[in-house]
């Protein structure tokens, strides 16, 4: 009678091996990272942004001084900023990606140096009581970071920021003043609508 040899179990592959196959995976996770679009751009929080800048909009005109205007302005944009970081943070929790993966991190390097090109053209504006040309470069320069941010995101982040662009430049060239009917229009109304475009298509 043929005697039966017990089945062995596979040999584990050598350690090398296995190292060999992580550093692949760890690369092409990264390719991907690197290549995907931004996607944590967030709609809802979008339109809280909208409705913080109406609300600002009214509470700047009944302000008698520029001064007391920009600080209403300002104001709204802290709190404008916060929550669209917590909301960008809460849609990339739920999507299971990290905030700063490769594209948000190309988002950043695209959209904060122009608002830090704002922040310092605010107080040269104000000091030179060139106060009335705010609004256009906030807008302008807003919108020049959303386009540039948003090559790294979807397509509908980018043509807001150009809308941006064109509602800052018109606010330059053709109405130079402190008209915050053109801040309500454009924080306001286009982040409000861009807002709602983004939640409906792209989850929130």
Not at 57 to 69: F, I, P
Not at 74 to 93: H, M, Q, T, Y
């Amino acid at each position: 009678m043929a005697s039966i040899r017990p089945i062995r179990a596979p040999a584990p592959p050598p350690v090398e091996m296995q190292a060999h196959a992580l550093d692949h995976l760890q690369y092409i996770r990264r390719t991907m990272e690197r290549a995907g679009a931004f996607t944590a751009v967030p709609g809802l929080g979008g339109i809280f942004m909208g409705f913080t800048a109406l609300a600002a909009a009214w509470m700047a005109s009944r302000e008698a001084t520029a001064a007391a205007r920009m600080g209403v302005w300002l104001s709204a944009a802290a709190v404008a900023l916060l929550a669209g970081i917590a909301a960008a943070s809460r849609k990339s929790r739920r999507a299971g990606v990290p905030l700063f993966s490769g594209p948000g991190r190309k988002f950043v390097a695209g959209f904060v140096p122009p608002l830090l090109a704002g922040a310092v053209l605010t107080v040269v504006l104000f000091r030179a009581e060139l106060a009335a040309f705010l609004p256009g470069a906030w807008l302008l320069l807003y919108g020049a970071g959303v386009v540039s941010g948003g090559a790294a995101s979807v397509r509908v982040v980018p043509l807001m920021g150009m809308c941006f662009m064109l509602l800052g430049a018109a606010a330059l060239l053709f109405s130079p003043g402190w008209n915050d009917l053109l801040l309500a229009a454009g924080f306001g109304g286009l982040h409000i609508l861009f807002g709602i475009v983004i939640s409906v298509k792209y989850g929130g």
